[in-house]
Every structure is written in C-alpha cells, then in structure tokens.
C-alpha cells in the first residue's frame, strides 16, 4: 500500500470556523502541536482551550475524505450556527505521486456537496462522479481505508470503541479482523480462502451423498438377486 500523504486542509463555515478561510497545512514531518484559544470562554481567569476548534479540524478532515465526522454529528449540525451557510471544506493529498482535492460543500450557491479534484499537468481536472455515492467509494478506493479504520487507528477518538476492544469477529458490526484485512489489503485473499473452504465443503457433501448412493444401490441389488 503507497504511502498517503496530506497537503493542506481549508476550513469556512464548518462547526465553530466562521466566513473567514481558515487552512491548516498538513505537510509536515514533525508532530504538530495545535493551541487553541476560545475568547468566548474564560477558564481560572484565561481563555479556555476547549470549544476553540481543535477537535473540529479532526471532524473537518474526516468530512472531507469519507462525508462524515468523527463527532458523528448530522450534516446540518455542521454548518456554522451564526452564518448558517456556504459551508466549505477542502482537503489535499498525495498518492501515489498524483495530488488530489476534495471539496465539501452545504448550503452553498453551486448545486454540488461535493468536488472531486484530480491534478494532471499541473492543472486540476475535475472528476466528481455521476453521485455522492458513487464519489464517495472512488476517493476510499484512492485513499486505500475505509471511515472504520481512520477513525479507529489512525485518529484516535472517545466517540468510536478502540480497535483493541472490538471484537475479533462479527457478522455485521466493526471487527478486528476485517479492519486488519482491509488494512493489509487480506480481504479478498480471505474470501477466496472462505469460498475455497465451501467448495471443499460441497465436495465433501458431493462424496458422502456419493457413498451413500451408492449403499443403497447395493442394498437393492442384494435384495432383488
């Protein structure tokens, strides 16, 4: 799996950011340390840190890549409650030595929720799909892991049980075992190994009622000659 590598996150209208443009560039090579400052709200005579829109960069970027947060809020919870439009957020990243951006948007003059942006010679090219959905899937196939494994591994929040105490299987709830297949790209070795286990399971079944065919045509012949 080619590295992932993010460029540059733009945040306007989203949660606690206002009209102003805000961007964080997100390429570095050392840990970022991020400060915030809340001038709404005093803490033992400062300004508090919390509600300052530490947390909401995490729920930006994920709004950006998979069409939802980490905070799970509903979209409409999103936009910025004092101007209550023109919702914008954007993210920029590299795979595979091809730049991409992504473009959220709510309430907005343009129709679109959402831009699809491809670079090629040095021009970005517009290759937004036929729908969210149909998006959607195209940006996870590029970025290699699905919501459950960003939001599981690689941010690390108190909204989603960690990845250790999930359980090791399960039919239709978050697992260890399919996030490390998706994660190692295993699942669909697994599930050539599961359909090789049902073909040998069949051939079993094939040879037994084979077998017992077979007794019965004995018994029979035994009892007419």
Not at 13 to 37: A, K, Q, W
Not at 134 to 154: E, K, Q, Y
Request: a negative charge; aromatic letters at 10%.
């Amino acid at each position: 799996m080619s590295a992932l590598k993010f460029k540059s996150l733009t945040i306007q209208n989203f949660m606690s950011y206002g009209n102003n443009e805000t961007e964080v560039d997100l390429d570095f090579n050392r840990p970022m340390l991020i400060v915030g400052e809340n001038h709404d709200a005093m803490s033992e005579g400062e300004l508090d840190s919390n509600g300052a829109g530490k947390s909401a960069i995490l729920d930006a970027l994920a709004f950006a890549l998979y069409d939802k947060t980490i905070s799970l809020k509903e979209k409409g919870d999103l936009i910025n409650n004092i101007n209550k439009k023109n919702l914008k957020v954007s993210v920029t990243f590299e795979k595979n030595g091809i730049t991409y951006k992504v473009v959220r948007l709510r309430k907005t003059k343009t129709k679109a929720d959402v831009e699809f942006w491809v670079m090629e010679n040095d021009e970005y090219k517009n290759k937004t799909l036929d729908s969210i959905a149909n998006t959607n899937n195209a940006i996870v196939d590029i970025i290699g892991f699905p919501f459950d494994i960003f939001s599981r591994m690689i941010v690390f929040s108190a909204s989603f049980e960690a990845f250790l105490e999930l359980p090791s299987r399960h039919a239709s709830k978050p697992n260890q075992t399919e996030i490390m297949e998706e994660l190692f790209s295993y699942k669909e070795l697994s599930e050539k190994a599961e359909g090789f286990r049902e073909y040998k399971k069949r051939q079993e079944q094939e040879k037994i009622d084979e077998e017992y065919r077979e007794k019965i045509d004995n018994t029979i012949r035994e009892l007419l000659f």
